[in-house]
């Protein structure tokens, strides 16, 4: 969107613009919805599947509601404040909350990158035969720069792109020739369980795909979307059509982008349901060799090869949004130059948050931990820490200094408190569990 359509009275439709049109909508939330598949997302749902089958597929039809309207809150605030969440917190909030939500996500971003890294060495391991620990600070290296010297237009290209290797367990589901009345029964009925084993893969599941670092980096890149759209027409000065027709691009990109999440998620668990697990015993993915033999009814043996280059592919489009999104986050809540089209000498402290996050988590991957175990456990983590995030993003869409005219509506309020409640009681649940 540049300033003169924004300025225009009226939109081309749609059926003018074609699917060209509508794909350049898609940006910061198709981009975000790719990342949720992450490495620490396609070991947790692969574990998902080997562990209980078809038994967790209705949570990828419970969840693309509810990572959506998170998602689109997210989204709705970067459009009408024009600024990240870190910022709004630092303007109109107390500094307690502000240091609080910052904490969370630092802790929950660096866990993750640490085992992204660890999957991506795992995965090159399982390529060359080489040591994982050789690669670990060579995909650190190569994503550091990636941050630092691409430019946010051309860094957004590369990231769409990326998003394709994902769609290798969507033929895979077809080629492993499920129990097509067992899927269904999986995915339509939900059989709870209040075994530990099973509180914590459902947490892990809301974790890594309702994650706190999806939240900053959304309303940050919609912020800095917007701020590149028209650079200059100041808030006030904007029309009310501008901001609407920002909003409903902003809402068809995250949709689209949460829709292909779950999809990816719905069928890396029916594959791995498929292919690993056993109804005699709980199976345990303890390595990428393991989890990669969901994909050899598609590739045969060459299935080591896609689940390699998927889990590496994802890992350079998931580690970047989890480094940006801390970087972004302490950058304005110190008041700091933030985006990712300031250079390095004009923006220090946020490029150095970002080397900072990367360092650490690099640290924490070379130690002697299982990698799939670690990519797991950043998703159960994620979601411990999320639940406090998402009310607060509530709290900040139902304000009317920060979002004006454009608060939430019944429906985004029923969603973002229903996800509030149910990612607390399934913390609280498992945490109850693991005590008794």
């Given at each position: ?58 949570t990828?039809?419970?969840?693309m ?76 290296v ?45 995915t ?49 000065r ?11 691009s902003?809402s ?17 668990i ?138 939430n ?28």
């Open positions: 969107m540049t300033t003169d359509a924004a300025q225009a009275p009226a939109a081309a439709p749609a059926s003018a613009r074609g699917v060209r049109g509508l794909l350049g909508e898609l940006g910061p939330g198709l981009i975000t919805g790719a990342a949720d598949d992450d490495p620490s997302g396609i070991a947790t749902y692969s574990q998902a599947g080997a562990s209980f089958g078809y038994g967790l597929l209705w990828a039809l419970l969840c509601p509810l990572m959506a309207a998170v998602q689109t809150m997210c989204a709705r605030i970067g459009v009408v404040a024009e600024r990240g969440l870190a910022s709004v917190l630092r303007e109109y909030y107390a500094r307690w909350l502000l240091w609080l939500a910052c904490s969370l996500l630092f802790v929950g971003n660096t866990i993750n990158i640490a085992a992204d890294l660890g999957g991506m060495g795992a995965a090159a391991e399982l390529l060359t035969g080489a040591r994982a620990l050789w690669f670990v600070p060579a995909f650190t190569l994503i550091l720069a990636l941050l630092v010297f691409a430019t946010y237009q051309r860094m957004t290209r590369i990231l769409k792109w990326l998003a394709l290797v994902l769609f290798a367990y969507v033929a895979a589901a077809f080629f492993a020739h499920p129990d097509w009345h067992a899927v269904a029964a999986g339509f009925i939900p059989r709870i369980q209040l075994r530990s084993d099973y509180l914590l893969m459902f947490v892990a599941i809301l974790g890594t795909t309702i994650s706190p670092y999806l939240f900053f980096w959304q309303a940050a890149q919609n912020a800095e979307q917007e701020v590149h759209a028209s650079p200059h027409v100041a808030r006030r904007r029309s009310r059509w501008a901001v609407r027709h920002a909003l409903g902003a068809h990109d995250v949709n689209t982008g949460m829709f292909i999440s779950q999809a990816i998620m719905y069928f890396i029916l594959t791995t349901g498929a292919t690993l697990h056993s109804a005699t015993h709980s199976y345990t993915i303890d390595t990428a060799a393991q989890a990669a033999a969901a994909l050899r009814p598609l590739a045969g043996e060459g299935a080591t090869v896609i689940f390699a280059l998927g889990l590496v592919g994802t890992g350079l489009l998931g580690v970047p949004v989890l480094a940006g999104s801390a970087a972004y986050a302490l950058g304005e809540a110190g008041a700091w130059r933030t985006g990712m089209d300031e250079t390095p000498r004009s923006a220090a402290p946020f490029y150095g948050v970002m080397a900072a996050a990367m360092v650490v988590g690099m640290v924490l991957a070379l130690a002697h931990i299982n990698a799939m175990k670690l990519l797991l456990w950043s998703a159960v983590v994620n979601g411990l820490l999320a639940p406090p995030l998402v009310i607060i993003i509530l709290i900040i869409c139902n304000n009317a200094t920060v979002m004006g005219a454009y608060r509506g019944r429906t985004l309020n029923i969603l973002g408190g229903l996800v509030a409640v149910m990612m607390s009681g399934a913390a609280i649940a498992l945490i109850v569990s693991w005590l008794t």
